[in-house]
């Protein structure tokens, strides 16, 4: 009896890159072992593949919606309301979310855009004095998230600002990044909160409250949008399945996608997250049934924006290993199962922050027709595929080809 076809998508966030003098001019991936992802590419499909449309800020939010098989011209509205989502926080009709990162910004520069990786613990303390002192029922409220990642809903206001993401401007002058718009009074209330939050957190250090030392100074607000429906993988495709991420925005995606959000323990978005953890947590949603499932890993992106290229090739290194490699094991116990794996964005060690040039991908299965490569890279992608295909186009190719 033949089994019935199972999709699974890969995602090392940011993992893509240019060439590094350093690496003889080779990628961070072209650079890192990479067995396994060489072995999917090489019996399978390789090519360059456009997660960011002309227009887009090439942020996580779109490129994971592209990777979902969402055209981002057709669904996106804003990164903030995403997460909230994934959150479980309702969103009126009037309500505008923003992301509140916790940062650390010192004499006018972006000094971290995560205030030192703060723990969720420090981070809670930290919202929970905000809404204390900010928060207005009713009309503004702050959500607890995990580490630096936090919400914010407002009603009517800022939904239009242009707002930089503070990973974008690590090292640099905030002040003509500052959220900015036509609208004087949502400029005037959006910046006086941020100086007001400011205050707050200062006091708060300064009082020791809950004696919890951390490194944020400010927050940060930017990725705001109104509510956000997406029709679900069901509806378009007729799949079910699990998301699993340590990250609020791809679990938001996926929860609108129709997916079920698998929480695992100790999955930190960084290097040395609990691998073994989502990989069991992909093959058992596999075995109980489900038809897709999207396995999305963090470390990449956040080695890159530190700009640390060996904390990269480590975090390409265990993700090849601890997870392409593991969920090969399991396809060869289960041929109906096609995998494909892709960044969802390029994050540059020589600027930090994202690029929306194309990233490779690569797939094999049942179905999936081979290509002539050696490995995984983006050369390698280059020259099989020079005409990278979108995000529709790539999840119509894992689960549709024949």
């Not at 703060?118 to 702050?142: C, M, P, R, W």
Request: glycine share 10%; with cysteine; net charge negative.
């Amino acid at each position: 009896m033949n089994q019935k076809q199972k999709y699974l998508i890969l995602v090392g966030d940011g993992m893509a890159d240019f060439p590094i003098p350093s690496l003889n001019g080779k990628t961070p991936v072209e650079s890192a072992s990479t067995p396994n992802m060489d072995k999917i590419a090489a019996t399978g499909r390789i090519g360059l593949l456009s997660t960011i449309p002309d227009g887009f800020l090439p942020g996580s939010d779109i490129g994971n919606m592209s990777l979902l098989g969402y055209d981002p011209r057709r669904y996106f509205c804003g990164r903030a309301p995403i997460e909230a989502a994934s959150m479980g926080i309702a969103i009126g009709p009037d309500d505008v979310v923003f992301r509140c990162n916790l940062v650390t910004i010192d004499n006018g520069v972006m000094k971290d855009y995560s205030a030192g990786h703060i723990s969720t613990e420090a981070a809670h303390a930290v919202i929970n004095a905000l809404q204390k002192s900010l928060g207005i029922d009713g009309e503004l409220k702050f959500h607890p998230g995990v580490s630096y990642r936090h919400l914010l809903t407002v009603k009517k206001i800022g939904a239009k600002l242009k707002c930089t993401p503070p990973h974008d401007i690590t090292g640099q002058k905030i002040d003509t990044y500052l959220p900015h718009g036509d609208d004087a009074g949502d400029n005037d209330y959006i910046l006086s909160l941020m100086n007001r939050a400011k205050s707050v957190i200062n006091d708060m250090k300064k009082s020791g409250t809950n004696n919890i030392n951390h490194a944020a100074t400010d927050i940060w607000l930017w990725g705001q949008g109104p509510a956000v429906t997406l029709p679900t993988l069901k509806e378009r495709y007729g799949i079910t399945g699990s998301v699993i991420s340590a990250v609020d925005l791809v679990r938001g995606l996926g929860k609108l996608a129709g997916l079920k959000v698998r929480i695992i323990d100790g999955a930190t978005g960084y290097l040395g997250t609990n691998y073994a953890g989502k990989v069991a947590a992909a093959i058992d949603a596999f075995n109980s049934g489900e038809d897709f499932v999207y396995l999305h890993v963090e470390a990449p992106d956040e080695t890159s924006h530190e700009g640390s290229l060996e904390k990269k090739i480590q975090a390409i290194e265990e993700f090849d290993k601890h997870v392409v490699g593991e969920m090969l094991k399991y396809q060869s116990q289960t041929p109906a199962l096609r995998i494909a794996v892709s960044p969802d964005h390029i994050t540059a060690l020589s600027t930090k922050t994202h690029d929306a040039s194309p990233v490779p991908f690569c797939m094999c299965g049942d179905g999936i027709k081979a290509d002539v490569a050696k490995r995984y890279c983006e050369s390698e992608a280059q020259s099989i595929t020079p005409t990278p295909i979108e995000g529709p186009e790539f999840f119509d190719a894992l689960v549709k080809s024949t």
